[in-house]
């Protein structure tokens, strides 16, 4: 049986926490998936650039990132891993983590 996903309201807060505020645009909220060891649901964000994901939660007041292990199932990941992961590509599409275009960048 496929696990129970749920996709409203969006929770930016995990996001808004992990990232620093000049990288927040960019994101989309996907999914509350749940964690294979219960608890907080997992949030999933997508890059609309990379395409790429970055899994948080919350629990306990305790910010965490989860990397995809496939078949809906995650491990805990270092954050500043996970957050390296979703940027992975976007300098070689030609943009800097704030959105701004490398060529505008440079001729600054």
């Given at each position: ?57 919350i629990q306990d007041g305790v910010l965490e990132a ?43």
């Open positions: 049986m496929r696990p129970t996903i749920r996709f409203e309201p969006p929770d930016w807060a995990p996001l808004e926490r992990a990232l620093p505020e000049a990288w927040l645009d960019g994101w989309m909220f996907m999914a509350y998936l749940p964690h294979p060891g219960g608890g907080e649901e997992l949030r999933a964000y997508k890059h609309q650039i990379t395409r790429r994901y970055l899994h948080l939660r989860h990397r995809s292990m496939g078949d809906h199932t995650y491990a805990p990941a270092p954050l500043d891993a996970a957050v390296d992961d979703a940027y992975l590509t976007i300098e070689q599409l030609g943009y800097m983590r704030d959105m701004t275009p490398i060529e505008c960048a440079d001729a600054k």
